[in-house]
């Protein structure tokens, strides 16, 4: 088994895992109402600084 077939392979389970973590999470998500508000962390991420002016 060549080196670029491990890598590939373990890549594709490192996403199918991921995916099937993930599956239960963006359900419960949708079946929230929409207008659910700001302060959802999935609709409003806050992963970079707001620049003030």
């Given amino acids: 088994m ?3 077939m491990y890598v590939t392979g373990v890549v ?3 996403v199918a895992l991921a995916t099937v973590l993930a ?3 963006v359900l ?3 079946r929230i109402p929409h207008e659910h508000g700001p302060e959802c962390w999935w609709c409003h991420p806050r992963l970079l ?3 003030r002016r």
Wanted: hydrophobic share 40%; glycine share 0%; aromatic share 14%.
């Fill in 2 to 4: 060549s080196t670029l």
């Fill in 23 to 25: 599956t239960p999470f």
């Fill in 49 to 51: 600084p707001r620049k």
């Fill in 28 to 30: 419960i998500h949708y």
């Fill in 12 to 14: 594709l389970i490192l």
